[in-house]
């Protein structure tokens, strides 16, 4: 995903693959960001619904379809905190562990980690799902 990619076809691409959210590369194929589901959806919630979500309640389930509209002129760019917000990337080299990319998601609060290749570009992703899942699947019975 880059950042001139129209907001709308990443929001769709989010939600139809059932993802945690997308990596928003550069024009060379490095990482730039992390776009989550919750930055796309904070982006469509007006901010006075956000700020009192008893407000949310006028608005009938037709309302959902209106929210799209805010996305139809932006960029995955708009969708962004501003830069400075942005402190580190999520990212792992590809012979990360499985403890190493824990490590990354928590500290960066982040459902993704970018996996770079040699030369810096993104070369896959982890989510936390996916982690998880190894995790317990390393372990046999998650529950004993």
Not at 12 to 17: A, P, V, Y
Not at 30 to 36: A, I, S
Not at 47 to 65: I, N
Not at 103 to 123: F, I, K, Q, T, W
């Amino acid at each position: 995903m880059l950042l001139s990619t129209e907001a709308v076809t990443a929001a769709r691409m989010i939600g139809e693959g059932r993802l945690a959210g997308l990596i928003v590369c550069e024009d060379d194929g490095t990482p730039h960001t992390v776009l989550g589901g919750s930055q796309v959806v904070r982006f469509m919630i007006p901010e006075y619904v956000q700020e009192d979500p008893t407000l949310a309640r006028v608005y009938g389930e037709d309302a959902a379809a209106k929210l799209v509209d805010r996305l139809s002129t932006r960029t995955v760019r708009d969708l962004l905190p501003r830069r400075q917000d942005r402190t580190a990337l999520p990212v792992v080299d590809r012979d990360a562990t499985t403890v190493e990319i824990a490590a990354v998601m928590a500290r960066m609060h982040s459902p993704l980690v970018a996996v770079l290749d040699d030369e810096g570009r993104v070369s896959g992703a982890v989510t936390a799902s996916r982690l998880l899942e190894r995790i317990f699947t390393r372990d046999g019975d998650a529950s004993s």
